[in-house]
């Protein structure tokens, strides 16, 4: 089986802004899906846990490939790749994102609701954590590991 360096960078990006977009809603879901499982119901228990973790998932999934690709494409062929500049376009792309389908769902006095400012904050971090993942992988494999020299200590005794 092959391996692929990109591909494990992408997922691991992936993971981290599910991680940090959904692991903090969990507050609100795991009492309400501890009630399903009460009344016997495991299976909506289940689904009302893990929700927060698939819909940060799937966000995150579709930012990265509709924002966060293209953006590695211009930046490494324009020679500006630099993590900073992925983590504020994570963050900004974040933030910016819940407000949109939030306003595209209901309408703009949405935004006079502090609820669609826990969600853009929430989609920053998220944006954030998988851009800075990303970043550091993009970084890590532009710059080329330095041949190290490890002396060893028995062969100058010797010599």
Request: aromatic letters at 12%; charged letters at 10%; glycine letters at 12%.
């Amino acid at each position: 089986m092959m391996h692929n360096p990109d591909v494990a960078a992408f997922f691991r990006a992936l993971g981290a802004g599910t991680l940090i977009g959904g692991v903090p809603w969990l507050i609100v879901t795991v009492p309400f899906g501890l009630g399903f499982f009460a009344y016997g119901e495991i299976g909506g228990g289940v689904t009302v846990i893990a929700m927060p973790l698939v819909v940060a998932g799937v966000v995150t999934l579709l930012a990265m490939t509709v924002f966060g690709l293209p953006l590695t494409a211009f930046l490494a062929e324009h020679g500006e790749e630099c993590p900073r500049r992925y983590e504020l376009a994570g963050a900004v792309s974040g933030f910016c994102i819940p407000l949109t389908v939030l306003i595209a769902t209901s309408d703009i006095s949405v935004l006079a609701q502090g609820f669609a400012y826990l969600f853009a904050a929430n989609g920053a971090l998220a944006g954030f954590a998988a851009a800075a993942s990303w970043g550091r992988y993009r970084q890590r494999r532009a710059t080329p590991a330095a041949e190290v020299d490890t002396p060893n200590p028995i062969h100058d005794l010797l010599f």
